[in-house]
């Protein structure tokens, strides 16, 4: 019995073994940086998305920039999509605890609310429902009701422009093949970003173990 118990256990455990893709992610340096993650994991597509993270995030930043919005601003547009290097299912949210130990509370708050937002036109500032959603989800698509409540909530709320303006540079941030760098946003990044000495995934954040899997997504438990 217990050699039978021995046996499965070893098979498991080989075809644990297994599920490691064959091609390693490119090495990380010991202590890794926010600049680091995006040159080493978020510049390639993931989970089937047509384009790499920061490819995308990195014009949306850009395009902040470029109409002279505040550095928090610029930044929340920088790490608006982080979180779909995670986990694709609520990239908003999953984004935002992210991130929520090292930026301000209004820059996570930004980032949570912009999925929601992208859903809910706002003619006074000029946003229209993405063209890209209706080829998405099709011409009579609904969001869930989380989705609606989330709108709603952040539409009365104080921050409200914050987060709608990431849905603003968004829908013009999808160039597939851009020359693309971190480099424009480090000084932002330096100011606004509590970079950890430990490097991320090392320290003792509550978020940790979500850079961790953003690391290395392979590890076998
Ligand atoms: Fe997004
Ligand atoms: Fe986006």
Redesign the pocket.
């Known amino acids: 019995m217990q050699d039978e118990r021995t046996a499965t256990l070893e098979q498991i455990g080989a075809a644990f073994r297994q599920t490691r893709p064959p091609e390693p992610e490119a090495d990380m340096p010991a202590r890794p940086t926010l600049v680091d993650i995006f040159n080493l994991r978020l510049n390639t597509p993931k989970f089937g998305l047509p384009i790499a993270a920061a490819v995308h995030c990195t014009q949306c930043a850009a395009q902040a920039l470029q109409a002279g919005m505040d550095e928090e601003t610029v930044l929340a547009c920088l790490l ?2 982080v ?2 290097a995670v986990c694709r299912p609520d ?2 949210w999953w984004g935002a605890q992210l991130v929520e130990p090292y930026v301000s509370e209004k820059v996570s708050w930004a980032i949570r609310y ?2 929601a937002l ?1 859903y809910f036109p706002d003619e006074s500032v000029g946003y229209e429902y993405p063209q890209m959603y209706v080829k998405m989800f099709g011409e009579d698509y609904r969001p869930p009701e989380y989705i609606a409540a989330a709108h709603e909530y952040a539409r009365n709320h104080k921050w409200y422009m914050h987060s709608r303006n990431i849905t603003l540079f ?1 829908d013009y941030s999808f160039e597939k093949n851009p020359t693309w760098s971190v480099e424009p946003f480090t000084d932002i990044v330096g100011r606004h970003f509590r970079q950890p000495k430990e490097g991320l995934g090392n320290d003792a954040s509550a978020t940790s173990h979500m850079w961790r899997t953003l690391i290395d997504p392979s590890k076998p438990l």
């Open positions: 608006h999509d979180g779909l990239h908003g912009h999925q992208r968004d």
